[in-house]
């Protein structure tokens, strides 16, 4: 069993910055790729970045690429979502998520123009 707490949300004005942090509990955190997605109200959750387990690959939808930027840090069981230049259309609650398909509960994220 794997919990994961996202955290970091709020409310924050176009062009703005925000990071994202995510909490893993259990031992395997370093085995496991994660990713962030989000869904905005009245639309399908969307992906937005994953990393390996080791952290040197990544990969990010094309609309939060070169503003978007996901890291982690095994030794303290935590994945990060590092945004900026931040655009109404960002808006949405964020879930961290395993390889293995465990879910944070989210945290929201408010873009105003």
């Known amino acids: 069993q794997v919990q994961l707490v996202e955290s970091g949300g709020g409310l924050v004005q176009a062009g703005g910055s925000l990071r994202l942090s995510c909490a893993a509990s259990?031992?395997?955190?370093?085995?496991?790729?994660m990713g962030w997605f989000r869904q905005a109200p009245g639309k399908e959750r969307e992906f937005v970045a994953k990393?390996?387990?080791?952290?040197?690959?990544?990969n990010y939808a094309d609309s939060v690429k070169d503003r978007f930027t996901i890291s982690r840090a095994n030794a303290k069981n935590t994945v990060y979502l590092q945004m900026v230049s931040l655009k109404p259309e960002d808006t949405g609650v964020y879930y961290c998520?395993?390889?293995?398909?465990?879910w944070g509960q989210g945290t929201q994220v408010t873009v105003s123009s």
């Open positions: 998520a395993t390889s293995t398909g465990y």
């Open positions: 259990g031992r395997t955190f370093s085995s496991y790729a």
């Open positions: 990393i390996s387990s080791s952290g040197y690959r990544t």
